[in-house]
Nanobody
């Protein structure tokens, strides 16, 4: 069974930074693609960034240049570094393992 636990969310002022973390329990983490998604009230969950087991990354256009996804295979962790945060980045951010497993989400609020 795979479990994911996100952390690192919170309240930050516009222009600030946060780093989200996702701790993963799962036997095949090293070869599993990971992703961060976000969701705002009344909207579909949307993809923010992906990273393959080999470390190749891809970003949705809205977050290119401001967000960075990374992983530490030895620690079974995935990170999302978020810089130059804007109020519209406010959302619940979810970690996803492969195509099936989701974490519980962590709230990010960008507000002055």
């Amino acid at each position: 069974q795979v479990q994911l636990v996100e952390s690192g969310g919170g309240l930050v002022q516009p222009g600030g930074s946060l780093r989200l973390s996702c701790a993963v329990s799962g036997s095949f983490f090293r070869v599993t693609d990971m992703a961060w998604y976000r969701q705002t009230p009344g909207k579909e969950r949307e993809l923010v960034a992906t990273i393959t087991g080999g470390g190749y990354t891809n970003y949705a256009d809205s977050w290119k240049g401001r967000f960075t996804i990374s992983r530490d295979n030895a620690k079974k962790m995935v990170y999302l570094q978020m810089n130059s945060l804007k109020p519209e980045d406010t959302a619940i951010y979810y970690c996803k393992y492969g195509s099936t497993y989701w974490g519980q989400g962590t709230q990010v609020t960008v507000s002055s």
